[in-house]
């Protein structure tokens, strides 16, 4: 039975691919995660005041550095902040930060909760900028997603519509009037994940999750996972399933966040058993096209990184790069090392084994320390 979530990191990359070989991503590998402690912060406490939504709780590990990926969570009708909560945390144990807000109005419709994930994203922007927040300089105020749950999921699906910047969507039980629904109210690229419950009388499947991954285009990265005998709460809980819901999100999250294709084949591969208690799983992801969404530079033919794995030290093949900014961002997207170019040589005896990115320049190249 696994519960937890652990990924071990490819300790060999090819040099002929752009695409990661990404192995021991097992179920003991995965039960083996022990979660991030966290911390939260409440509105009160100095945040943005957003006046498109009322209250604000921002959760985030109090591990590591900087370069966290967001997430800002919205809940449903009649509901208050706390009802996404859940989620929140543990996106935060997973090194991730995240905000949930509460509505002005407890009947916002969808489109009214859409704005305020919008004005939600700002407030995290703010807190990268803000002195005396706890993640004061530590945000990719670039990476950031929304999510909620019920019309807070279906809002969530409209700001995608209206904010091109946001780079995923998570929407639990998405909640949109179905009658008057149509594909081009759901029109964006965000790549969004759709959980639902196979037996959820509030916003049944039929009429709204399966609606909204089929109205969404075929050409933006979406996936369906319906919960089986999952009412409309039950996807409120990441533990639910023995932890396959949780474990799904948050390789979607990896995957499209933290732009780490060693994570897509937990996302879309039945024989790992991550959707064995999904009543209906569905998705456009492909693994092979999923490398593209990776910010990998028209450069790279111009610079080679070799060894690569390698046990301390790692060479650039060409010193037209001397003098320029360089930065090896970990998995979970934080920077654990930074500098300028001085020589061809880069020392990484520092690190811990695993798999990270350099980025050097407008070109990011995956490496591995042994």
């Known amino acids: 039975m696994k519960t937890r979530w652990f990924f071990m990191m490819l300790l060999a990359i090819a040099s002929k691919t752009a695409s ?24 009160t406490a100095g945040m943005r005041n957003g006046p498109d939504y009322k209250g ?25 902040e706390k009802s996404v909560a859940a989620w929140a945390r543990y996106f935060a144990s997973r090194g991730f930060v995240a905000m949930t807000i509460g ?5 916002d ?9 919008l004005d939600g994203m700002e407030t995290v922007r703010q807190e990268n900028s803000r002195i005396t927040s706890p993640v004061y300089n530590k945000l990719d105020v ?7 749950w019920s019309m807070g999921g279906g809002g969530a699906q409209l700001a995608a519509v209206l904010d091109t910047s946001i780079k995923a969507v998570f929407a639990i039980t998405p909640w949109l009037q179905y009658s008057t629904l149509t594909p081009a109210a759901l029109s964006h690229t965000a790549p969004v994940f759709i ?15 399966n609606v909204h991954y089929n109205y969404t285009p075929a050409s933006t990265k979406k996936i369906l996972f319906e919960i089986v005998s999952g009412t409309h709460n039950t996807p409120l809980y990441p533990a639910t399933g023995n932890g396959d819901a949780g474990n ?3 390789a979607w999250m990896n995957l499209f966040l933290n732009n780490d294709d060693c994570y897509c084949a937990m996302v879309v591969n039945d024989s790992l058993n991550q959707n064995a208690t999904a009543s209906n799983f569905l998705t456009t992801v492909n693994c092979e096209s999923t490398v593209s969404t990776k910010p990998e530079s028209i450069e790279k ?20 790069y001397l003098g320029a900014a360089f930065e090896i961002i970990s998995a979970l997207g934080q920077v654990v090392q930074s500098g300028t170019l001085t020589s061809d040589v880069l020392d990484l005896s520092a690190l811990n084994t695993g798999f990270y990115y350099l980025k050097i320049s407008n070109m990011v190249f995956k490496i591995a320390k042994a």
């Open 20 to 43: 990661s070989q990404c192995t021991d991503v097992t179920v003991d590998a995965i039960s083996n995660f022990i979660p991030l402690s966290i911390d939260s912060v409440f509105e």
């Open 56 to 80: 604000a709780t921002l959760y985030y590990p109090i591990s590591g550095s900087s370069n966290y990926k967001s997430i800002v969570l919205v809940p449903g009708y009649f509901a208050s």
């Open 103 to 107: 509505t002005n109005n407890l009947y």
């Open 109 to 117: 419709q969808p489109s009214v909760r859409a704005l305020a994930l």
């Open 142 to 148: 670039d990476n950031i997603a929304v999510g909620g």
């Open 195 to 209: 959980l639902s419950g196979q037996i959820d009388n509030v916003a049944p499947p039929t009429q709204h999750a």
């Open 248 to 250: 799904v999100v948050i």
């Open 301 to 320: 033919s111009t610079l080679k990184i070799y060894p690569n794995p390698t046990s301390s030290l790692i060479r650039l093949s060409n010193d037209a």
